[in-house]
């Protein structure tokens, strides 16, 4: 069975400070990991993804994730927030097939 | 077209209707998936396509859902006597298969009143 663990349904940083968005996993196979972000009115898109080959993943907008089997932690991070990063923000496990279980997603919300 | 495609954006119903929602995928993708995304929650599965068939429908809540792919491209959800806790988005999904990843559309935003 596969599971993922959002810590955090909502966090809040200031323009250019750190984003640290927190997801556990449970999966019985090497898992496939993803991390979705969601606009308002927007739909969801892929911002990096971890598929058993370096366990530190970039993605784009400068966000990147570490893959961390020990911990069965696989969380997002960001140097310096901007105000365009709000937005809900998706943690996915895959066990290598096609079904997708998601998180319950994490609110970011960057303060000017 | 360059991404899943998802008619319509917004459906209002009234309690007791018939519903299709239409999805068009990345073309020459063969697997196609549908969600449901409830207020404040992470989408959940439905429905996975291989080509034409329903090759797993487990997530179907029950058996007022059905859902087609009759050529492999264009899939339908289609929702009979509609409940208002059947209001959610609804998203599609496809991919090029296996553990490749994803790619959404916006959703159909299904209200039943």
């Known amino acids: 069975a596969q599971s993922v663990t959002q810590l955090d349904s909502h966090v809040s940083v200031s323009e250019g400070t750190p984003v640290l968005l927190r997801c556990n996993y449970s999966?019985?196979?090497?898992?496939?990991l993803f991390w979705y972000v969601q606009h308002p009115n927007k739909g969801l898109q892929l911002l990096l993804k971890?598929?058993?080959?370096?366990?530190l993943v970039k993605g784009i907008n400068g966000f990147e994730a570490e893959f961390k089997k020990s911990e069965t932690s696989f969380h997002l991070t960001k140097p310096s927030a901007h105000m365009s990063d709000a937005a809900e923000y998706f943690c996915?496990?895959?066990?290598?097939?096609?079904?997708?279980?998601f998180g319950t997603g994490t609110r970011l919300k960057v303060l000017a | 077209g360059a991404g899943v495609s998802q008619t319509p954006s917004n459906k209002v119903t009234e309690k007791g209707k018939y519903v299709e929602l239409r999805c068009d995928p990345i073309s020459g993708h063969t697997a196609l998936y549908w969600y449901r995304q409830s207020l404040g929650q992470g989408p959940e599965f439905l429905i996975y396509?291989?080509?034409?068939?329903?090759?797993?429908d487990s997530g179907l809540p029950n058996d007022r859902f059905f859902a087609v792919r009759p050529e492999g491209s264009v899939s339908t959800l289609k929702i009979q006597r509609t409940e208002r806790g059947d209001s959610a988005v609804y998203l599609c999904a496809s991919s090029a298969g296996g553990a490749t990843e994803a790619f959404f559309g916006q959703g159909t935003r299904l209200t039943v009143v």
């Open positions: 996915v496990v895959s066990s290598g097939t096609y079904k997708y279980i």
């Open positions: 396509f291989q080509g034409t068939g329903a090759a797993d």
């Open positions: 971890y598929t058993s080959a370096a366990t």
């Open positions: 999966s019985s196979y090497s898992p496939s």
